[in-house]
Nanobody, 115 residues
């Protein structure tokens, strides 16, 4: 079955950096579009960044220029490099894999940015 396992979250000071990883199994990774979403307390889940099978990326306006999504087809892993973190980036971050059959999510990883 499809599995997405995130890692790399934690507590960081404002202005710091973190790199999230999402290991994917159960699909042909190189043919899959992938994304990162986040959900802050009391707010709806929102799209952060997406990447197509050929590496075309798209970002939410709030993270453009600070976050970078990338993929390693050899490792079946998608990454989110987060720089210049702000307290408003605090949220649970989820890896997402949309398919024609279903929309798959990881368990989430907490990112907390202290001011």
């Amino acid at each position: 079955q499809v599995q997405l396992v995130e890692s790399g979250g934690g507590l960081v000071q404002a202005g710091g950096s973190l790199r999230l990883s999402c290991a994917v199994s159960g699909v042909i990774f190189r043919l899959s579009a992938l994304g990162w979403y986040r959900q802050a307390p009391g707010k709806q889940r929102e799209r952060v960044a997406t990447i197509t099978p050929i590496g075309i990326t798209n970002y939410a306006d709030s993270v453009k220029g600070r976050f970078t999504i990338s993929r390693d087809n050899g490792e079946n892993t998608v990454y989110l490099q987060m720089n210049s973190l702000k307290p408003e980036d605090t949220a649970v971050y989820y890896c997402n894999l949309p398919t024609s059959r279903d929309n798959y999510w990881g368990q989430g990883t907490q990112v907390t940015v202290a001011s």
